[in-house]
């Protein structure tokens, strides 16, 4: 939904002040005096123009698949918004992000400003992970930053500090460029306001790039990556000429019929799955419903997409799981064992358009110091799995849709 040409005769200016009639002159005329009116007070950039956010956030908007209209703001959030009571409260959670969610537009004016609902999280303390903003402008790297104020928030902690915060960017010199700012890849963020100087003149930026749509767990969410870009499937994605709708949600990738059928209906030219790693704690599945849930995601998945690429991804790497199960469940040598196996099965039964690849050899044995704590990346080792992902599968021959062109 583009609303390019409808956006800039929406919007509701609140214009400055008309000047006095004396107020271009250094001075009245002998024998005559101004017409008395209270002085207006100095506003930088004239008075800000504010976006409907209701009526046009959703073409401004990408990488989300829904949003929730709240008291405090506009949210978007990688699941339905209509469905998220069906999840549970961690899954709903996760899924809040705004990992990979990305504002384009274009825009004449000299600054943006955002104020926003934000909730960072954490798991050990406040400030575990970064809060930052990145921002792109026509193409081009232009800085990361952090708003200001916003609250913290563990699972079930309290709410540490105040919510609402502010975020400026601008300083740009005039003319027309192209905004694209990733949101931070750990915090639920609500838009109440998007402003720009007055009079100046904003649209949507579409982005006509294929879209893959990635799908897994933590390593695939990048709750720890320095900002958006950084994750291995923005990496992938963008040595590909393609955007990632990152489907990621850490801790919550449990090879769900919910999820699945979230994939099934987004618009993709390439799917993604990366399975295993959250059903290894307590042992969630077994070998016999482990095989059951992929066959089944997989078939949910393939009612909305019979004919576009899938790949399986098997965990990378993880010392300490890699040959026993937690509770009687699946090793990571067996879950990949067995995730091989099921692709195998359905290219058999017919399915030409799914691959399988190893999470070893994205990251293997060799590179276990790049594992701070046996698990996560860290953020060149994430930046090495995009880089590997796209030699793997996305630079095949058949890797599918060409690439848009440069500056799209």
């Known amino acids: 939904m583009h609303e390019a040409a409808g956006l800039c005769k929406c919007i509701r200016l609140a214009q400055a002040p008309r000047p006095g009639p004396c107020a271009a002159r250094k001075r009245p005329p002998p024998g005559t005096s101004c017409p008395r009116s209270p002085s207006p007070k100095p506003v930088p950039e004239a008075r800000p123009m504010q976006i409907d956010l209701a009526q046009h956030l959703g073409s401004l908007l990408h990488g989300h698949v829904g949003l929730i209209r709240r008291a405090d703001g506009v949210q978007p959030v ?25 504002l384009r537009l274009v825009t004449d004016s000299p600054w943006l400003r955002l104020s926003t609902t934000q ?96 799908h897994g767990s933590s390593i695939t969410h990048g709750v720890e990556v320095e900002s958006g870009s950084g994750s291995w499937p923005s990496v992938a994605a963008g040595l590909a000429g393609a955007q990632a709708v990152n489907l990621g949600w850490a801790g919550s990738c449990l090879m769900s019929g919910l999820a699945a059928r979230i994939v099934r209906d987004r618009p993709a030219d390439r799917i993604v799955l990366e399975l295993g790693i959250n059903v290894w704690g307590e042992g969630l599945l077994k070998e016999r419903t482990f095989a059951d849930a992929a066959h089944a995601m997989l078939a949910i998945i393939r009612e909305g997409h019979p004919d576009t690429p899938v790949t399986v991804v098997s965990p990378i790497f993880s010392p300490s799981r890699e040959a026993c199960g937690e509770a009687g469940g699946l090793s990571l040598q067996r879950m990949r064992a067995i995730l091989a196996g099921v692709v195998a099965d359905r290219v058999a039964i017919g399915d030409r358009r799914i691959a399988a690849l190893s999470g070893l050899d994205l990251l293997g044995p060799s590179e276990a110091r790049s594992l701070p704590d046996g698990l996560h990346p860290n953020l060149a080792a994430y930046r090495r799995i995009g880089a590997r992902f796209h030699a793997a599968v996305l630079a095949a021959p058949d890797a599918g849709p060409p690439a848009a062109p440069p500056g799209a």
Not at 178 to 190: D, H, K, S
């Open 119 to 214: 909730h960072q999280a954490y798991l050990i303390r406040p400030g575990q992970w970064p809060a930052r903003y990145e921002l792109f402008v026509d193409g081009q790297p232009a800085g990361r930053f952090v708003a200001r104020g916003g609250a913290q928030r563990a699972p079930e902690g309290p709410l540490i500090g105040d919510p609402e915060a502010e975020l400026d960017l601008g300083g740009w010199s005039p003319g027309t460029r192209r905004i694209e700012l990733w949101f931070p890849q750990g915090a639920t963020v609500a838009l109440r306001r998007i402003a720009i100087a007055d009079g100046a003149r904003l649209e949507p930026w579409p982005d006509p790039r294929p879209v893959i749509v990635f």
């Open 78 to 102: 990688r699941l339905p918004a209509g469905e998220r009571r069906l999840h549970d409260p961690f899954t709903r959670w996760m899924a809040a992000m705004t990992a990979g969610i990305r």
